[in-house]
């Protein structure tokens, strides 16, 4: 009976966060990119895990008994939103990962789900939001392509940490003042880099770099799908030929998780390059983290232009 009772007692305090607020904090993300960003900011007093790769595609994800354990274990949960995890964590689910994992600390509504997709800027807002959007109908969800966006999500983070583990709020703020000097550094030497390639146009598999994009004065021309998630077909192909032709465009960006046949068909008729490019990081193994993911992702595109 008393180790019935023990088990018991176990069961029911696995949710809560250890009162002396001491040990390391949990972390589980859904992209790498957060992870990416929780661990600039959370330093050596979190534990940071992501259930996504970073060469997969971010809005469809099979979640493993790994990540369920994950899940299970974890103190914060980070998520991108605008739906952009919709497919695989959403809590209608049948079964939903996060109530899979049968962890309170964690589930919608909690301290310890985080969505940070209120704290950025977020581009290409339909209105009124529509279903027509394809998988993006609250706007682009891949806005920590933008360096600026970047920094609003390692604030946030920081900040909810410390609410996690006020104890440790003045380390959580230090991370983020260090973060936040290396990243302007950094921002002020690629936007010098890009200055003569302002006006440049692309086009692209997915509607994803639209932060990137506007960051640095490029302007899109088009994606090859018809809308985000949406397999192409041959009229809209045809059509962005043209209008590749008639606009010039000579760079063609596909993330690692797409298939290269119809960009490189297009890229056969049009003259243009295809660049593969990360959207995420881990990516490709030049990038990282997140400051080696914009570094290469500007370097590429330098590259191609010239």
């Not at 609410?163 to 230090?174: G, I, M, N």
């Amino acid at each position: 009976m008393l180790r019935v009772v023990i088990c018991l007692v176990a069961m029911g305090t696995a949710g809560a966060i250890d009162s002396d607020d001491t040990r390391t904090l949990r972390v589980v993300t859904s992209t790498t990119d957060l992870a990416s960003l929780a661990r600039e900011v959370g330093g050596n007093r979190v534990e940071v895990t992501s259930l996504a790769v970073g060469y997969e595609d971010p809005h469809f994800v099979p979640v493993s008994a790994s990540g369920l354990l994950k899940l299970r274990r974890a103190d914060l949960f980070i998520v991108i939103g605008l739906e952009m995890e919709v497919a695989w964590l959403a809590e209608r689910l049948v079964p939903s990962p996060v109530l899979q994992s049968r962890n309170p600390r964690i589930r919608f509504g909690s301290e310890g789900y985080f969505d940070v997709s209120p704290y950025v800027q977020v581009v290409e807002v339909p209105a009124p939001v529509t279903r027509a959007q394809g998988i993006h109908p609250l706007g682009n969800p891949h806005y920590w392509l933008d360096p600026e966006n970047g920094r609003r999500i390692a604030r946030a983070i920081a900040t909810r940490l410390g609410v996690l583990h006020p104890k440790d709020a003045p380390y959580f703020e230090q991370r983020f003042a260090s973060f936040n000097h290396r990243l302007s550094d950094k921002e002020r030497l690629w936007e010098k880099r890009m200055k003569p390639y302002r006006g440049y146009k692309v086009v692209s598999y997915h509607r994803a770099w639209g932060n990137f994009l506007k960051r640095f004065d490029l302007v899109s021309v088009g994606e090859i799908e018809p809308f985000p998630g949406i397999a192409p077909y041959d009229e809209h192909t045809d059509d962005l030929v043209t209008e590749m032709k008639r606009q010039h465009v000579r760079v063609i960006l596909v993330e690692p998780s797409y298939k290269l046949t119809n960009a490189r068909k297009i890229a056969a008729e049009t003259g243009a390059k295809v660049l593969v490019v990360p959207g995420s990081v881990g990516g490709v193994t030049q990038a990282s983290d997140y400051f080696s993911l914009i570094e290469y992702n500007v370097a590429s595109l330098i590259r191609a232009f010239q």
